[in-house]
């Protein structure tokens, strides 16, 4: 059985910086590309980040990028989002997900495993 497990959501203040983990198991983590998406409420689940499968590419949505930076360990299993500089445009739930491709994608449609989600809020 697969399970991705976030960790690291809490309630910061603007210009603040967190670490989300997601740690992944019942999962060929090492070999299929992970990303982050977030949902904040009242809207769409998006993309924030994708890594492929050996940590070499990684893509950003142009909200984030420069600010977040996605990376994963694949001897721990492990994915990171760091986020700097964040405002309160980045609350949301953040959701680890995974899919069974080497190849790092934006449609949440094309992961097929997601964890339960990690709350971000982000105060003026």
């Known amino acids: 059985q697969v399970q991705l497990v976030e960790t690291g959501g809490g309630s910061v203040q603007t210009g603040d910086s967190l670490r989300l983990s997601c740690v992944a198991s019942g999962f060929a983590f090492g070999s299929n590309a992970m990303g982050w998406f977030r949902q904040a409420s009242g809207k769409e689940r998006e993309f924030v980040a994708s890594?492929?499968?050996?940590?070499?590419?990684?893509y950003y949505a142009d909200s984030v990028n420069g600010r977040f930076t996605i990376s994963r360990d694949n001897n721990k299993n492990t994915m990171y989002l760091q986020m700097n500089n964040l405002t309160p445009e980045d609350s949301a739930v953040y959701y680890c997900?995974?899919?069974?491709?080497?190849?790092?994608?934006?449609?949440?449609?094309?992961?097929?495993?997601w964890g339960q989600g990690t709350q971000v809020t982000v105060s003026s």
């Open positions: 890594i492929t499968w050996s940590g070499h590419r990684d």
């Open positions: 997900a995974g899919r069974d491709s080497p190849l790092a994608l934006r449609d949440p449609d094309d992961y097929q495993y």
